[in-house]
């Protein structure tokens, strides 16, 4: 069994930083892909960040020169990394992850469980 884990939200005021992090465990063979989304109040979901198999990374339009995404590749751990946040930040993030799992050498996309941030004053 792959499991992720999401950790680091919470409520912020505007300007304010957090950092999430998303932890896969289980029997991993290979992690292939990995990004962040965030779903707000009736709104679909929307990628914010993901780095590919080319090792770059993207960002929407709306996080670019706020928001960093790196990779701890020992611990199985992505983070992102939120500075300046404002209100329209407000969301659940979840991380995603493209994983080979060893039992079944199948490759599918594993989710997080989702964490709330809420950028208010």
Do not use: H
């Amino acid at each position: 069994q792959v499991q992720l884990v999401e950790s680091g939200g919470g409520l912020v005021q505007p300007g304010g930083s957090l950092r999430l992090s998303c932890a896969a465990s289980g029997s991993i063979f290979r992690i292939t892909g990995l990004a962040w989304y965030r779903q707000a109040p009736g709104k679909q979901r929307e990628l914010v960040a993901a780095i590919g198999i080319g090792g770059t990374t993207d960002y929407a339009d709306s996080v670019k020169g706020r928001f960093t995404m790196s990779i701890d590749n020992a611990k199985n751990t992505i983070y992102l990394q939120m500075n300046n946040l404002k209100p329209e930040d407000t969301a659940v993030y979840y991380c995603k992850m493209q994983i080979i799992s060893r039992t079944t050498m199948a490759l599918r996309d594993y989710w997080g469980q989702g964490t709330q941030v809420t950028v208010s004053s």
